[in-house]
């Protein structure tokens, strides 16, 4: 279930990275616009709940906090977190560091692919993430009605981060998931 939600953001942040690229490399004599990233909370410093004594951007952590409690809900839905066995297995033995391997690199991904500027997302494409022969983590691949399980976790798990489902950034990035999907379902 984990290698899923991790195969599925990163088919999400590969394509928000593209139409960021293709944004940035248009020219424009008008005034940079605002990023998704700066809808997000942008790059200004708060304080990091997780790290006493850290900061972190306020985007990268709303999404951070997204990304965290998309994987809780994915790892509670029985329609998909069978994709996810291994990393279920580590967390349930208290090896928790696939799981958090997984929040940084999706968190980096969708950072990157909204717009952020001082992250690098360095993981695998979406098609081979969601490959189970490029990626043994990754238990199946995914088919339509595991994306759709998927997209609706992704949004509880906003829900349960405080961000309503109608809320126009969460609403900019479902869009850009969407667009992931023929990346992510290989079946």
């Known amino acids: 279930m984990y290698k ?13 990275a593209t139409a960021t690229l293709l944004a940035s490399c248009k020219k424009n004599s008008s005034p940079a616009r605002p990023t998704l990233y700066d809808s997000l909370g942008g790059a200004a410093k708060v304080a990091d709940p997780a790290n006493t004594g850290q900061m972190i951007e306020k985007g990268r952590l709303l999404i951070r906090n997204i990304v965290d409690s998309a994987i809780f809900v994915i790892a509670g839905d029985t329609a998909i977190n069978g994709h996810f066995t291994t990393l279920l297995s580590e967390v349930g033995s208290g090896n928790l560091s696939g799981f958090q391997t997984l929040s940084k690199n999706l968190t980096d ?79």
């Open 4 to 16: 899923k939600i991790i195969n599925v953001f990163l088919l999400f942040s590969a394509v928000l």
């Open 109 to 187: 991904f969708v950072a990157v692919a909204t717009g952020a500027k001082d992250y690098t997302y360095t993981g695998k494409s979406m098609i081979a993430a969601h490959d189970p022969a490029q990626n043994p983590r990754m238990n199946g691949k995914a088919d339509n009605s595991d994306f759709n399980a998927f997209e609706v976790d992704l949004v509880a798990g906003a829900a349960k981060a405080g961000v309503p489902a109608n809320t126009p950034a969460l609403t900019s990035v479902a869009k850009l998931v969407e667009s992931l999907r023929s990346q992510v379902v290989q079946q």
